[in-house]
């Protein structure tokens, strides 16, 4: 139980947006029995059911047996760096940018057991990847859920529209990747006893995770989380104590926090002067908010006065890159790669990749149109 408070007591990130939220609970018009509804409940139980089947196929050991498989398929750092990206790429293009993280993740930090690699690199990448990947379709992430709900394109309609940003994007990824990892040879441990694994908390984890995600597609997900919550109590309790708790009072605090500020007068000042903007105007305005609210908040807040126009779709999915609440799948990663000089170095790559996205993305729909 020390151990689950731990977490809470060191987390600066959460002791800041309590400090935040605050200071705007003083200055915002709200009344505080709105203040349940700021959070976006289906996406805290998402994560809560994320955290504990990750860390039940980690507790299990399944990922030190797929990180040594893997590490022997390899030579070289470069090739093993492409294949991770385009894998996240891949995954989150149909399960969403936080569950390819959630798998990958895990299984990028066992490959430290069985070599040296820039490990926190290569999950910087994997962040970097999910962003590209999971803009192509309407599943792949949040603000594409929402804008295609809010739409009338179909499922193959929205994949043509964010096709060439898509591949645009991933083309650039793997060019970056390429220059930023050594074709050295990947230097391997000697590892003579073979990993050990629970076959049957593996089997049990791996069952209520397609479980899970078929519960997100039938919206049963709350019923499948506390299956999931008991099954785990029944066989395996000291997995929901390892779970990084504190990162869901994160998000819980950064939803409201982002509420509070659409709250404050300053900000309903000027809200209605949104649906008179520009195309230029209305990109440059749903990248900036991103950087400083998420993607997924600057989303939902300029749907309320503009159309889910494919300018607006390109520009929120490129504020995925740049500072790291750009997308939430930034901190899920980060924060699950367990190393604090990890968030300064991901903004050296992941800055000039949004420079990078925001002018040649602006030019390619210039020259679509």
Known sequence: MPQLFRSFLHDSILHLLVVIGVVLAFLADFRWPDLPGAVDWHTIITLTGLLILTKGLETSGYFDVLGGRLIARF???RALALFMVLAA??????????????????LTLTLRKFSRLPISRLIIFEALAVNAGSLLTPVGNPQNILLWSHGSLSVAGFIVQMLPLAVWLLLSLVLLTWFSFSK????????????????????????????????????????????????????????????????????????????????????????????????????????????????????????????????????????????????L????????????????????????????SMASGWLLLQLLK
């Open 75 to 77: 030579r070289h750092e």
């Open 89 to 106: 790429a891949l995954l989150s293009t149909f399960l969403t940018n936080d569950v390819a993280l959630f798998i990958l993740v895990p």
């Open 184 to 327: 050295r040879t990947i230097e391997k441990h000697d590892n003579p006893h073979q990993p050990q694994w629970q076959k049957p908390l593996f089997v049990v984890s791996v069952l209520l995770y397609l479980l899970f995600i078929a519960g997100l597609e039938w919206q049963v997900t709350g019923w499948v989380l506390l299956l999931i919550i008991a099954s785990f109590l029944l066989m395996a309790r000291p997995v929901l104590l390892r779970i990084d708790w504190s990162l869901l009072a994160v998000f819980i605090a950064m939803f409201i926090d982002v509420w509070l500020l659409t709250r404050l007068p300053v900000m309903q000042a000027h809200f209605d002067a949104i649906a008179q903007l520009g195309q230029g105007q209305l990109y440059l305005l749903a990248i900036g908010l991103s950087q400083v609210i998420s993607n997924v908040p600057a989303t939902i807040l300029l749907l309320q006065k503009v159309p889910p126009s494919e300018v607006l779709a390109w520009a929120v999915n490129i504020g995925g890159f740049g500072l790291l609440p750009g997308s």
């Open 329 to 356: 799948a930034n901190l899920i990663a980060l924060r699950m790669a367990q190393d604090r000089a990890v968030w300064w170095r991901f903004h050296l790559f992941s800055l000039p990749l949004l420079g990078w």
